[in-house]
């Protein structure tokens, strides 16, 4: 019962920004991490970016000092800032939330559908 939209992808030149978000809602109790992970063609899925309740961040080596990650708890949301982007960004987004349900007494991993990014020329 629990959905997670992202939006804000498109294409963008190299050197260009775009800020992905992802709200998370449904019977939500309470949310743990979330995290963005993104897949290239032909490549694993990796973690880009990850964001603990606490606001404790972690990145990827590739994107550390290019992009941020953050949340407002009070609309369950994540937001990944993408600056200076470069070819090796395109992927297609993915985010992800460790959600405790009402009713439930476990933690799940909830994802979105993706977004793409596209960076070229």
């Known amino acids: 019962q629990v959905q997670l939209v992202e939006s804000g992808g498109g294409l963008v030149q190299p050197g260009g920004s775009l800020r992905l978000s992802c709200a998370a809602s449904?019977?939500?109790?309470?949310?743990?991490?979330m995290n963005w992970y993104r897949q290239a063609l032909g490549k694993e899925r990796e973690l880009v970016a990850g964001?603990?309740?606490?606001?404790?961040?972690s990145y990827a080596d590739s994107v550390k000092g290019r992009f941020t990650i953050s949340r407002d708890s009070a609309k369950n949301t994540v937001y990944l800032q993408m600056n200076t982007l470069k070819p090796e960004d395109t992927a297609v987004y993915y985010c992800?939330?460790?959600?405790?349900?009402?009713?439930?007494?476990?933690?799940?991993?909830?994802w979105g559908q993706g977004t793409q990014v596209t960076v070229s020329s």
């Open positions: 964001i603990t309740s606490g606001r404790s961040t």
């Open positions: 449904g019977s939500i109790f309470s949310i743990n991490g």
């Open positions: 992800n939330a460790e959600v405790l349900i009402y009713g439930l007494k476990y933690v799940q991993d909830y």
